[in-house]
């Protein structure tokens, strides 16, 4: 290991890290450049290891800006980077590396697969998010078994929703479970809110899908949970999405019965939600909002009406 490439990889990191905190993409970038010096100064043939954890990490830094300037060019890019890196770890040399590398190659499959709705890219995520759950026991590593339970939750939850395929939702309801289970065992609080969070949005979609009022009722408490832990001043952005996801499973409560006070909770927790929802890199998720928001009023009133 030189400490030409050391250098160069932990100044990538710190550019990496800033750039994502900040939601700078010109940060980003310089990130990328940075990892590609280093891979310059770890040639494979000489520090293979080296070459390999440099791919790893440019494959990260290439997600994160194709993800935010809608790249696919930039995305393929972080899965061919992915690949060169597992021609050097082997399951039996550095399980370790391997498995991280093979859930970074299923993350950039699946910003794929939303960028383009493709169904096959999404299951191929969830096909390396198995492969790489496969490599670490629950025993050996708590920690990455119950963050792949969750990130294989997240792809079937939106296999579920964009085929309609309520299997993969309740399977998506039961990964999200285990990794619950696993995460109160680690007293990991902002872990448990999120994986809260996204089983609440699991359910209520199941619950729509099914008119299931008990799991829609399971939907609500989830996303209660989850707000148990997030606050609006010290995780803003998290305690936002998980109050549009109560926001939403309480919409679709009011779906089921006359009365107008799960409708009037879901506007007041839609207008609170929306004050931490500002900036240009909170457009998308601010727009969806203030539509739901609209809904629910005009559902409201029109059973003023």
């Known amino acids: 290991m030189s400490d030409a490439w050391r250098q160069e990889i932990a100044r990538a990191e710190v550019l990496l890290q800033e750039g994502e905190a900040a939601e700078d993409m010109s940060v ?6 940075g990892f590609n010096a280093a891979l310059r100064l770890a040639p494979r043939a000489d520090a293979p290891l080296d070459w390999a ?11 994160a800006l194709g993800a935010r300037i809608d790249d696919p060019v930039m995305l393929h890019a972080a899965m061919t980077a992915c690949d060169a890196a597992l021609d050097v770890y082997t399951a039996q040399a550095v399980p370790d590396d391997r498995e991280r590398t093979v859930a970074l190659l299923g993350a950039a499959q699946v910003v794929l697969g939303e960028r383009d709705r493709d169904p096959a890219w999404l299951q191929a995520a969830l096909n390396s998010y198995r ?47 285990a990794a619950l289970d696993e ?32 799991i829609l009722a399971e939907a609500v408490a989830s996303c209660r949970a989850a707000l148990d832990v997030y606050t609006s001043e010290a995780t803003p952005l998290e305690w936002a999405m998980a ?63």
């Not at 980003?28 to 450049?33: C, E, F, K, L, P």
């Not at 009037?264 to 929802?277: F, K």
């Open 53 to 63: 954890k440099t791919q790893s990490r440019l494959s990260v830094a290439l997600r």
């Open 131 to 177: 492969l790489a759950t496969t490599v670490d026991s629950r025993e050996t590593a708590p920690n990455d078994w119950a963050r792949m339970q969750r990130n294989c939750g997240a792809v079937l939850s939106l296999l579920g929703e964009r085929t309609g395929d309520t299997a993969a939702l309740r399977d998506a309801v039961d990964h999200y479970r």
């Open 183 to 214: 995460y109160a065992r680690q007293a990991s609080p902002l872990d448990v809110a999120l994986t809260h969070s996204n089983l609440g949005q699991a359910l209520r979609v199941l619950g729509e899908r099914d008119s299931d009022r008990d």
């Open 28 to 33: 980003i970038a310089d990130a990328v450049s």
């Open 243 to 305: 109050m549009t996801n109560l926001a939403n499973a309480l919409v679709a409560v009011a779906s089921s019965e006359p009365g107008r006070a799960h409708l009037e909770e879901a506007i007041a927790v839609y207008r609170q939600a929306l004050t931490a929802l500002d900036g240009p890199a909170r457009l998308q998720q601010r727009a969806i909002a203030r539509y739901n928001l609209k809904r629910a009023e005009d559902q409201l009133s029109a059973r003023h009406g």
